[in-house]
């Protein structure tokens, strides 16, 4: 069965640094990739896909995430981070022979330090 | 801007009940799913549903079962609520196949 794991539940970042969140997966076939944003009490936002294309995909808020099939990763990036990016993030997989259905990280929580 | 609109923010319910959860979205779409949320966790698909009157299992399906009578609405289920299922439900959709979900702002249940 697919799996996503997604490399720290929490990270502590400085206002304008990088945000760096990493997300892996076990698959032999080719996935859907997701990565959403959760703010506190909201549900899920879309922040960007990857379906094949480009493998260096953009998304809202200044965010991007490039899928390297070598190492099975699709790490999310942000060069400066802002205060508004505090929030929870979730990657997830998708499949076609899994009938579409979405498989999540256990999700990074981000906190932007002033 | 599709919207998926969940019926409660937060309940408060008592072991034994038979709790439903609504949710209705405005887009046409297909696929509807339900999650639950829990800390460390992330999402855990319960049910999902590709059409009308057409239901699967996800990965908890569990002490819960789902209605889809209309498109636009996909009904949860607790068929005789337990405190292990408090947690946060989130029920999104999408248009068919890989297309990206939607998500409602979920309801926070509480079983006590």
């Known amino acids: 069965a697919q799996s996503v794991t997604q490399l720290g539940s929490h990270v502590s970042v400085s206002e304008g640094a990088l945000v760096l969140l990493r997300c892996n997966y076990s698959?032999?076939?080719?996935?859907?990739l997701f990565w959403y944003v959760q703010y506190p009490n909201q549900g899920l936002q879309l922040l960007l896909k990857y379906t094949s294309a480009a493998t260096l995909v953009k998304g809202i808020n200044g965010f991007e995430a490039e899928f390297k099939k070598s190492e099975t990763s699709f790490h999310l990036t942000k060069p400066s981070a802002h205060m508004s990016d505090a929030a929870e993030y979730f990657c997830?997989?998708?499949?076609?022979?899994?009938?579409?259905?979405?498989?999540f990280g256990g999700g990074t929580r981000v906190l932007v330090k002033p | 801007d599709v919207k998926v609109t969940q019926s409660s923010r937060y309940l408060v319910k008592r072991t034994g009940e038979k709790v439903f959860l609504e949710c209705v979205q405005d887009?046409?779409?297909?696929?509807m799913f339900w999650y639950r949320q829990d800390p460390g966790l992330g999402l855990r698909l319960i049910y999902f549903s590709y059409d009308v009157k057409m239901k699967e299992k996800g990965d908890i399906p569990e002490g819960y079962s789902v209605s889809r009578e209309k498109k636009e609405r996909f009904s949860l289920i607790l068929e005789s609520a337990s405190t292990n299922q408090t947690s946060m439900y989130l029920c999104a959709s999408s248009l068919r196949g890989w297309q990206p979900q939607h998500f409602g702002d979920g309801t926070r249940l509480s079983i006590l």
């Open positions: 698959s032999s076939v080719p996935p859907y």
């Open positions: 887009m046409d779409h297909e696929n």
């Open positions: 997830a997989v998708s499949f076609k022979a899994a009938g579409n259905k979405l498989t």
